[in-house]
């Protein structure tokens, strides 16, 4: 009976011998692969390179793209934009822009390209363009300047100056004004939002944009621009064809001081950038693929 018992025992000893022979070298199988994942890349060869014919080149990043929105609207205007740049890869930041004064919002916006290490690829909508004009100015990372619909003024150039220059827009008449401490609040009329910003975005979508809209300090329309990064820095410029808040013509103009390449879309209102997200989102990739 004790002879029985031991040689079960010995039995069982054994087995849990050869079960642990057997985990360590599995263990070793799993860990060697873990090692050779762990190589550095240069020191072995990559099998996919080898397939598409490629060498294991560094992987340029790409640039950052900055979005910087214009009065009467938030950065929630570029959301349609913003989607179709990161399902293509691009890192974007859509920067609040404070409305307050132009040399004040092109500051802030200046001191948000100071935080973003690689290059950039800035873009402005409405007076938005003129934040960036000024904002880019000393920035070497920044690549390209894109302008939607947009203001792109000269230096000593104003808003207020550039639609006097091209007249036939509807903003001004559509202003409501409400005082703040230090200053006044431009808002465009409920009653006339549509027809002046979004005449080409659905009704219910516009109602909601005039509802939630920023106003912008008046005399940001009136302040004038410093040097504009434009005669240094590439651009790109997308003209709505049926902008009711800036003339057509005048962004036309401007994109041919600029040097701008440029693209019409025909019957786009000045809210082109969420009635076209596509064009506008195509605009910007161009300017990206340009400057890489």
């Given at each position: 009976?004790?002879?029985?018992?031991?040689?079960?025992?010995?039995?069982?000893?054994?087995?849990?011998?050869?079960?642990?022979?057997?985990?360590?070298?599995?263990?070793?199988?799993?860990?060697?692969?873990?090692?050779?994942?762990?190589?550095?890349?240069?020191?072995?060869?990559?099998?996919?390179?080898?397939?598409?014919?490629?060498?294991?080149?560094?992987?340029?990043?790409?640039?950052?793209?900055?979005l910087v929105h214009g009065a009467f609207a938030d950065?929630?205007?570029?959301?349609?934009?913003?989607?179709?740049?990161?399902?293509?890869?691009?890192?974007?930041?859509?920067?609040?822009?404070?409305?307050?004064?132009?040399?004040?919002?092109?500051?802030?916006?200046?001191?948000?390209?100071?935080?973003?290490?690689?290059?950039?690829?800035?873009?402005?909508?409405?007076y938005g363009g003129a934040v960036i004009t000024d904002?880019?100015?000393?920035?070497?990372?920044?690549?390209?300047?894109?302008?939607?619909?947009?203001?792109?003024?000269?230096?000593?150039?104003?808003?207020?100056?550039?639609?006097?220059?091209?007249?036939?827009?509807?903003?001004?008449?559509?202003?409501?004004?409400?005082?703040?401490?230090?200053?006044?609040?431009?808002?465009?009329?409920?009653?006339?939002?549509?027809?002046?910003?979004?005449?080409?975005?659905?009704?219910?979508?516009?109602?909601?944009?005039?509802?939630?809209?920023?106003?912008?300090?008046?005399?940001?329309?009136?302040?004038?621009?410093?040097?504009?990064?434009?005669?240094?820095?590439?651009?790109?410029?997308?003209?709505?064809?049926?902008?009711?808040?800036?003339?057509?013509?005048?962004?036309?103009?401007?994109?041919?001081?600029?040097?701008?390449?440029?693209?019409?879309?025909?019957?786009?209102?000045?809210?082109?950038?969420?009635?076209?997200?596509?064009?506008?989102?195509?605009?910007?990739?161009?300017?990206?693929?340009?400057?890489?």
């Amino acid at each position: 009976m004790t002879n029985t018992r031991s040689e079960r025992l010995r039995k069982a000893g054994d087995r849990r011998r050869r079960l642990m022979l057997t985990a360590v070298s599995v263990g070793t199988l799993l860990v060697i692969p873990a090692l050779s994942a762990a190589t550095p890349a240069t020191s072995v060869p990559s099998a996919t390179a080898h397939a598409s014919g490629t060498t294991n080149t560094p992987h340029t990043p790409k640039p950052t793209v900055v979005l910087v929105h214009g009065a009467f609207a938030d950065s929630s205007s570029w959301n349609a934009v913003v989607s179709r740049l990161e399902r293509q890869g691009y890192p974007v930041i859509g920067v609040a822009n404070p409305l307050r004064g132009l040399a004040a919002d092109s500051a802030y916006v200046s001191s948000v390209l100071h935080t973003i290490p690689g290059p950039v690829v800035l873009a402005g909508h409405s007076y938005g363009g003129a934040v960036i004009t000024d904002a880019a100015v000393g920035h070497s990372n920044v690549k390209a300047l894109v302008y939607i619909a947009a203001f792109a003024p000269d230096e000593g150039e104003s808003g207020l100056s550039i639609l006097d220059t091209y007249p036939g827009s509807l903003l001004p008449a559509a202003l409501a004004v409400r005082p703040f401490p230090g200053g006044q609040d431009g808002y465009v009329d409920p009653a006339s939002f549509r027809q002046v910003f979004a005449a080409d975005v659905p009704a219910g979508q516009a109602r909601l944009m005039a509802a939630g809209q920023r106003p912008v300090s008046l005399s940001a329309f009136a302040e004038t621009s410093s040097t504009p990064a434009w005669k240094t820095i590439p651009s790109w410029f997308l003209v709505a064809g049926a902008d009711h808040a800036i003339p057509p013509a005048a962004e036309q103009a401007m994109a041919r001081r600029a040097g701008s390449h440029t693209q019409v879309v025909r019957g786009a209102s000045h809210a082109v950038l969420v009635s076209h997200p596509d064009a506008t989102t195509h605009l910007i990739e161009a300017a990206a693929r340009a400057t890489s």
